[in-house]
């Protein structure tokens, strides 16, 4: 029970940091607001890390604690109008973008496959 409100937690969070990134794009955003979320991803993406992950139990909390805040920020400095804009657009693309991940995933396994009988035909490879 607890694991599924942390996964509906996940992704409502996933879906405001999607949102986020629209309104990064948008020229209406303010620039503090902007700059929060250019900060927002940096800290994410950077292999910098202040408390490493590799440490148990800790490594993950600086993550757990600076994200959701600066989330919060963000949204805080950023119009509802704007934000309210955004997410009906995450709302229409997150589906799409899940499904072109399939149909990618699906295209991939079919190039790795046909790859596969390649090496085999070249190679005489027996791998089944």
Same mark, same amino acid.
């Given at each position: 029970?607890?694991? %599924? ?6 992704? %409502? ?67 509802? %109008? ?10 229409? %693309? ?35």
């Amino acid at each position: 029970m607890a694991f %599924e409100s942390w996964k509906n937690r996940a992704k %409502e969070l996933e879906a405001e940091v999607y949102a986020l990134s629209l309104a990064f794009r948008d020229r209406r955003t303010p620039l503090a607001a902007k700059i929060v979320i250019a900060l927002l991803i940096a800290y994410a993406v950077s292999p910098i890390d202040p408390i490493p992950d590799v440490i148990p139990g800790i490594g993950y909390l600086d993550e757990l604690i600076v994200l959701p805040v600066g989330v919060t920020i963000a949204l805080w400095l950023t119009p509802d %109008e704007i934000m309210a804009e955004c997410r009906a657009q995450v709302d229409e %693309e997150i589906d799409v973008g899940r499904v072109r991940w399939i149909v990618a995933g699906l295209v991939l396994l079919l190039w790795l496959l046909l790859g596969m009988l390649v090496v085999r035909a070249v190679t005489n490879w027996n791998w089944l």
